[in-house]
Nanobody
């Protein structure tokens, strides 16, 4: 059973930065693509960024392109970690950020592309 645990959320002023982490444990051999999604109050969960297994291919939502960077550390298969560096944060970036794992090849940019989800970490950007 794969478990995903997010951390690094918090309260930050507009223009500030945060770095989110997601540690995956369990059947790591099945891990291929990882992704980040977010959900603002009263809104649908939306795609933010995705990265393939090697870390060599990424894709971002237009709303975060140029401000957010997704990366992953696979040096230790026991701690497969993916990061989301968020710079120049805006109030509209506020929401719960979820990490997700896709157990097949190819980047994923829709919720249905992912098989496992974390519980989320809250990010609040004040104006």
């Amino acid at each position: 059973q794969v478990q995903l645990v997010e951390s690094g959320g918090g309260l930050v002023q507009a223009g500030g930065s945060l770095r989110l982490s997601c540690e995956a444990s369990g059947r790591i051999f099945s891990s291929y693509t990882m992704g980040w999604f977010r959900q603002a109050p009263g809104k649908e969960r939306e795609f933010v960024a995705t990265i393939n297994r090697s870390g060599g291919d990424t894709y971002y939502a237009d709303s975060v392109k140029g401000r957010f960077t997704i990366s992953r550390d696979t040096r230790d298969n026991a701690k497969n970690t993916v990061y989301l560096q968020m710079n120049s944060l805006k109030p509209e970036d506020t929401g719960v950020y979820y990490c997700a794992e896709r157990t097949s090849y190819g980047l994923g940019y829709e919720r249905s592309h992912y098989d496992y989800w974390g519980r989320g970490t809250q990010v609040t950007v004040s104006s």
